[in-house]
């Protein structure tokens, strides 16, 4: 048989066909979207789940920040998971507060002009909500007034509908086009779109300029740089998903994504630092 | 300079590079589109642009049309991509069981006219059990032909020993495998993979877990696990990262990535 992949000679004989892109500059600050901080219900063997093992693992893969959330405001209840994000980074400006959120209905949690203020008080600066899990909808007549609270603070909101693998039917694409098209000023983030999501997603980018996407899981061949093309490289954000996923797929997928390096900064990190900026100051650290 | 792996990938080098130098192939890719996926740039020129960017030097791939539709036009058209891209692409001929008449003429003419490689099945696609009649013509073909099998699944790792075990001769690729970690389905592959040295695991998913693939290498060992990507259903910038990042020596970085597949192909010689 021949030997192809043997042989010099063949590659030799290739003339390369790819687009003229850079390799990023080492400028470029990396700024997780997507992370998750404390102990949760499934846990991989030596993955970091304290404040100060997340930041090496962080850095082990050339990310500098992160914004997290608290494995508890999702696994057990988002007012204890909440304060006890705020009491472990504390001492760290790289993590970045992200509070979890309900609906105020069943007194469960405030009303949305409270808890609103007190993130506002706390230098929190953005908003997650996970409907699958807590069992609520993604509608306006579940969530309209705390939506009009984060809109009204341009809080930029993380939709999580706790899909993993091919379960991303899970994901409510009727309720993202009628909170995004309600709500012009929220920023809205739709966390791990994946392989099955394209013809559902474009179609809300391109009638949503709000709405941008979250890459942890985005597996799209060469999907990065499409997104960048269609809608612009300011709607996509990078994201690991650490500690549940491996933070190294996410990094290549985009350090080798085809576009520019001005492109590549703004997915990396420059997105996420312009959309918390838009919620107000950084907490104070106590350092 | 030499640089690390992961380094080289972190600041998006191709890893074919001088700096690095990196034989990487893909084992397991298609070709044209899916029903159910968005794959824009699924021709081979699309392709070859992104393999260009990661440093991959080949990539192996069947047809979706093969898998899906018709198998003899998605063969030939893997045939003409491996006929213009020597060396950066080769071909799996896809069989499909259940044209069961056709299947020796199917493998002869991929394999000996048409300049495809190796054999691609998809069970579960097909519909068809891996260890079914038609199957076994398949198995008992590529024995004699000394040859590769990529399959989506051959079933079980019981079933998989003993077509590893009654056709020793032929190499039998178990796609996806070694990607999602659990200790029960990883102790079974390892006592049958300790057996047969004829089973090899690739790890493409979309889905890629905290330290799956280091415990993938201690269950089985990095000489039996092979870089695939399954692009264009995933992105092969994104799996790459499977390995580049890894907590794994270099020396097994640069066996899964390639060093595996090149020692397949020139057993075969």
């Known amino acids: 048989m021949t030997e192809p992949f043997l042989s010099d000679k063949a590659a030799g004989a290739y003339a390369p066909m790819q687009k003229k892109v850079e390799t990023q500059s080492s400028s470029t600050e990396w700024y997780d979207a997507e992370c998750r901080l404390g102990v949760a219900k499934l846990h991989k063997p030596g993955a970091p789940s304290t404040a100060e093992a997340l930041m090496t693992e962080l850095a082990s893969n050339g990310i500098a920040r992160a914004l997290v959330y608290h494995a508890d405001a999702v696994g057990y209840d988002p007012a204890v998971g909440n304060r006890r994000l705020l009491d472990e980074i504390a001492d760290n400006p790289a993590l970045e507060p992200c509070w979890v959120l309900l609906p105020h209905h069943t007194g469960e949690f405030p009303p949305p002009d409270i808890v609103v203020a007190q993130m506002l008080a706390k230098g929190v600066r953005a908003a997650r909500v996970f409907p699958r899990t807590f069992r609520f909808a993604f509608r306006l007549w579940n969530l309209g007034e705390l939506l009009s609270a984060l809109a009204a603070h341009q809080i930029p909101l993380w939709v999580d509908f706790g899909h993993d693998g091919w379960s991303e039917e899970s994901i409510d694409y009727e309720g993202l086009h009628e909170v995004c098209g309600t709500f012009p000023a929220l920023p809205v983030v739709l966390v791990r779109p994946n392989i099955g999501s394209d013809r559902r997603v474009y179609a809300l980018m391109a009638q949503h300029p709000n709405l941008h996407v979250e890459t942890s899981y985005y597996t799209v061949h060469r999907g990065i740089e499409l997104l960048c093309e269609m809608f612009g490289p300011e709607r996509v954000l990078f994201g690991t998903g650490l500690p549940h996923r491996a933070a190294g797929p996410a990094v290549t997928a985009l350090a080798y994504s085809l576009i520019d390096d001005a492109a590549r900064a703004l997915v990396a990190g420059g997105n996420l630092a312009r959309l918390l900026d838009l919620a107000g100051t950084s907490r104070s650290v106590s350092v | ?269």
Not at chain 2, 104 to 131: M, N, Q, W
């Open chain 2, 1 to 269: 300079m030499t640089l690390l792996i992961q380094e080289a990938a972190r600041r998006g080098l191709a890893l074919s590079g001088d700096s690095i130098a990196c034989q990487v192939i893909d084992a397991h890719a298609h070709l044209g589109r899916c029903p159910d996926i968005h794959a824009a740039h699924g021709d081979a020129e699309g392709m070859l642009a992104s393999m260009d960017r990661i440093g991959i030097r080949t990539t192996c791939l069947s047809s979706f049309q093969a898998l899906g539709g018709d198998y003899r036009r998605g063969n030939e058209a893997v045939a003409d991509a491996v006929r213009r891209y020597p060396g950066r692409v080769m071909g799996y001929a896809v069989i499909n069981p259940n044209y069961s008449d056709d299947i020796e003429r199917e493998i002869s003419r991929c394999l000996d006219d048409l300049g495809l490689f190796a054999v691609k099945l998809h069970p579960t696609y097909h519909g068809v059990s891996p260890d079914a009649p038609a199957y076994h013509r398949v198995y008992t073909m590529m024995q004699v032909r000394r040859g590769v099998i990529l399959s989506h699944t051959f079933g079980d790792p019981g079933t998989l020993e003993r077509l590893a075990a009654g056709y020793p001769d032929v190499t039998f690729i178990e796609a996806h495998t070694a990607a999602a970690y659990t200790p029960r389905v990883a102790e079974s592959y390892a006592v049958v993979m300790a057996a047969r040295f004829n089973i090899y695991l690739d790890m493409c998913l979309s889905r890629v877990y905290y330290g799956d693939l280091e415990q993938w290498v201690d269950a089985v060992g990095a000489d039996r696990l092979l870089f695939g990507t399954d692009v264009p259903f995933n992105d092969n910038a994104h799996q790459i990262g499977r390995v580049t990042h890894a907590a794994i020596s270099e020396v097994d970085k640069r066996a899964i990535l390639g060093g595996n597949m090149v020692r397949i192909m020139r057993g075969r010689e």
